[in-house]
């Protein structure tokens, strides 16, 4: 447990408001929050003054140490965690991911096991859905009833490994709408990108760039729009994972238009950067950003992503971290198919949304806190334990210097590996103190994590923010029978 502790001076931001307040942390949790507290002697103060408070960092889509392609995610729970609060970020969302035909209870229970030990900071566990039958049906009633999971992810992409069709896609959302979950989606047309894989290897485009080729945005779009008329079928409520394209981007925001429950995630690497690296000259460079869906080649992807984000089309944001070395990257160095998908971006979100977002003037820091913490708390249903500066609410707090810059590089990082999409960027915004439930963790540069020191958030079903829009929706009746009379007249003969 750790000891009490005062963070004093500071201007606290939550969604709604920013006001000056001193915040006092005692057993993990926010014990007081107002204007010259006092507290007991020997408390551990900091000087928070000048600069903001903010609730910790809610990532929401990561992978540590996912086996994939091949390989394993060089970042694991412990690094990738440790990596998370020297980026003010207190809490994960990572995902379990059985493979067809595996028990997803007990992928559940492999992943726990890899996970619980290492974890420096809380996080919670999405199940992926890659394959349908009664038996995972059951499984997911289990997850949700007594393993607190509350967010199911399907697959439209990676054909023969996780890929679902269309009609596991709708039983699923049955089942994810029955529990009251929430279903999220990774959209891209995989048939589609299977077949034009073939083709750009038999054209002889077999590098990075090939990986963007066969997989363009409307591949994106298309599969995105399926996802949101498959799920609004039964009013079951999806989260779009990883919206890397405008074309995506707008898909969600029709259907937000027109009443859908749909919610998009942009991550770091959308917002951050685009797909022009995967022409780079350098192969190392190039497969540096491979990542699925691919980043864009339209270099005004990220400013339109980060628009929709700040003025509520996208809601939050996660990173989908899935690091690997480029000796792992290299598996695929005669052949994009073999790249193994993923990059950063755990350790940077904040400061990469802070610089593009706030910096630049589109959102303030109210929204910066709602589409880094509050959102995603209030989504997977962790809202007022996680994501708000209040009494009661877990310690979970950033000391936060907006004016401040870094310039982020893979020499400095905390990842484990040798490659940072970010290179070079310089970004206002940096975290000074990271707090995972009343302890200090990170300090002006100085790491101090504990392995294991994370807990499992379990999560229950039934998320207000998310289900009291969808039940509302439900009062209306979808499917009225005409009452006629029966018709008497002439019908043909068949043969
Ligand atoms: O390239 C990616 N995104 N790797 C991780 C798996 C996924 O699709 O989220
Ligand atoms: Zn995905
Ligand atoms: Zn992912």
């Known amino acids: 447990m750790a ?27 926010i014990a007081a929050v107002g204007e010259n507290l006092s ?46 609060l020297a980026g003010g970020t207190t809490m994960i969302l990572d995902f379990v991911l059985p493979n067809k ?16 030990p290492k974890v420096c900071c809380d996080y919670s566990f999405h199940v992926g859905v890659t394959w349908w039958s009664d038996e995972v049906g059951k499984e997911m009633e289990v ?40 279903a999220q989606v990774h959209a891209e047309n995989g048939d589609v990108i299977a077949e034009k894989s073939k083709e750009m290897n038999d054209l002889g485009i077999t590098g990075p760039e090939g990986h963007e080729m066969c997989r363009p945005e409307e591949v994106e779009g298309e599969a995105t729009n399926r996802a949101i008329v498959l799920a609004n079928q039964v009013n079951c409520p999806l989260y779009v994972v990883h919206v890397m394209s405008r074309c995506a981007a707008d898909v969600i925001c029709a259907a937000r238009r027109r ?33 699925g869906p691919p980043l864009r080649p339209d270099t005004t992807t990220p400013g339109y992503l980060m628009d929709l984000l700040a003025n509520g089309d996208l809601q939050l944001t996660g990173t989908d971290n899935c690091t690997f070395n480029g ?77 401040a810059t870094r310039v982020i590089s893979s020499k400095t990082h905390h990842h484990a590996v040798d490659f940072n999409i970010f290179e070079g960027l310089e970004c206002h915004g940096v975290p000074l103190v990271t707090i995972t439930r009343g302890k200090i963790a990170y300090n ?27 039940r509302q929706r439900d009062t209306i009746p979808r499917y009225v029978k005409v009452d006629r009379e029966p018709y008497t007249g002439p019908v043909i003969q068949l043969d």
């Not at 606290?12 to 307040?21: G, I, L, P, S, T």
């Not at 350790?347 to 910066?368: I, N, P, Q, T």
């Open 3 to 29: 000891a009490p502790l005062l963070i004093r001076g500071g201007t606290c931001v939550n969604e709604d408001r920013a006001f000056r307040a001193d915040v006092f942390c005692e057993n993990g949790t």
């Open 39 to 84: 507290v007991p002697e020997g408390t551990e103060t900091i000087d928070a003054t000048g600069k903001y408070v903010l609730p910790g960092g809610i990532d929401t889509h990561t992978h540590m140490q996912l086996p994939f392609m091949g390989t394993q995610a060089a970042d694991d729970f412990y690094a990738g965690t440790r990596a998370a």
């Open 101 to 116: 035909g595996e028990s997803l209870l007990s992928a559940y229970e492999k992943w726990r096991g890899w996970a619980d």
């Open 143 to 182: 997850l949700c009833r007594d393993k607190g999971v509350n967010s199911f992810k399907l697959f439209m992409a990676y054909k023969d490994v996780y890929m679902v069709n269309d009609k596991e896609m709708y039983h699923a959302f049955c089942k994810i709408k029955e529990l009251k979950a929430l």
């Open 259 to 291: 009443g859908c429950v749909v919610f998009g995630e942009p991550i770091a690497a959308s917002l951050g950067v685009d797909g022009s690296h995967y022409w780079h000259k350098c192969w190392r460079h190039a497969a540096g950003y491979v990542m």
């Open 327 to 403: 000796n792992q990257k290299a598996l695929g160095k005669d052949d994009f198919r073999k790249i193994p998908n993923g990059v950063n971006g755990v350790e940077d979100r904040m400061s990469v949304v802070w610089e593009k977002g706030v910096h630049s003037g589109k959102m303030d820091a109210c929204r910066f806190v709602s589409v880094t913490s509050t959102t995603a708390a209030k989504i997977f249903n962790m809202y007022p334990q996680k994501g708000v500066i209040r009494v009661g609410s877990d310690a979970d707090l950033v000391v936060w210097d907006g004016e």
């Open 444 to 470: 002006k540069g100085k790491l101090d994590v504990v392995r294991g020191w994370g807990r499992f958030i379990p999560r229950s079903v039934d998320a207000p923010f998310v289900y009291s829009r969808v």
